[in-house]
């Protein structure tokens, strides 16, 4: 079946410009992360969902970031006023969690969007 | 705050040679340790994780050894392959929450 989808794979914009980055989940998969990975860095966590709800909202840097999710399905996460330093691959990943104390739920990654602030 | 360390940031092995990653971490509530693979252009994947009731997992010529003690954990590469050549990253969940928590990757090249 199909994985974790996300568009688009590349984004140039300008500072100060809005961005929208679109993730479209395995179907069935109920959690959805955002995280990001600068250029030689580890993953950074962003935002976890559980189902459209967002228990875990910690790693936002800021307020310029915000992420919504529609049901169990396509999630979006919004970069408003960009900025040279969010340069990086956002990356979405789901995992199918039935129990919350289920620990064998591995995170099924898409390949990410290469956003580029000039 | 970094809680989970990786090291080393870049290895070369050659081929048919070891592999070792190192991780350490901080938080002893956590208590699910995977490790996942990343080739360029693609997003990281589930190689195979552990769980701190036992020492050691083996899949194939990838093994985890965990010290519970010590709080470190590594990732052992067998008989390295070209092919296995990526950034690895080991990683720490809560169970119950499952809020991953990446190290910062090492770069495995296998040369031939």
């Given amino acids: 079946g199909a994985g974790v989808s996300q568009s688009p794979s590349n984004k140039v914009t300008e500072k100060g410009k809005d961005v929208e980055l679109r993730c479209d989940p395995i179907s069935g998969h109920t959690a959805l992360y955002w995280y990001r990975q600068r250029l030689g860095q580890g993953l950074e966590f962003l935002i976890y969902f559980q189902g459209n709800s967002a228990p875990d909202k910690s790693g936002l840097p800021s307020d310029r970031f915000s992420a919504e999710r529609t049901g169990e399905s396509v999630s979006t996460l919004t970069i408003q006023r960009t900025q040279q330093e969010d340069s990086a691959v956002y990356l979405c990943a789901s995992s199918l969690v039935r129990d919350p104390r289920s620990y064998n739920s591995p995170l099924h990654f898409g390949n990410g969007t290469r956003l580029t602030v000039t | ?112």
């Avoid at chain 2, 991780?23 to 208590?31: G, I, K, P, R, S």
């Fill in chain 2, 1 to 112: 705050q970094q809680q989970v360390k990786q090291s080393p940031q870049s290895l070369i092995v050659q081929k048919g040679g070891i592999s070792i990653i190192n991780c350490a971490y901080e938080n002893t509530a956590f208590d699910y340790f995977p490790w996942y693979q990343q080739f360029p252009g693609k997003g990281p994947a589930l190689l195979i994780a552990i769980r701190p009731d036992v020492s050691e997992k083996k899949e194939g010529r990838f093994t985890i050894s965990f010290n519970k003690s010590a709080k470190q954990f590594s990732l052992h590469i067998m008989d390295s392959q070209p092919g296995d050549s990526a950034t690895y990253f080991c990683a720490a969940s809560i169970g119950g929450y499952q809020k991953v928590t990446f190290g910062i990757g090492t770069k495995l090249q296998v040369i031939p």
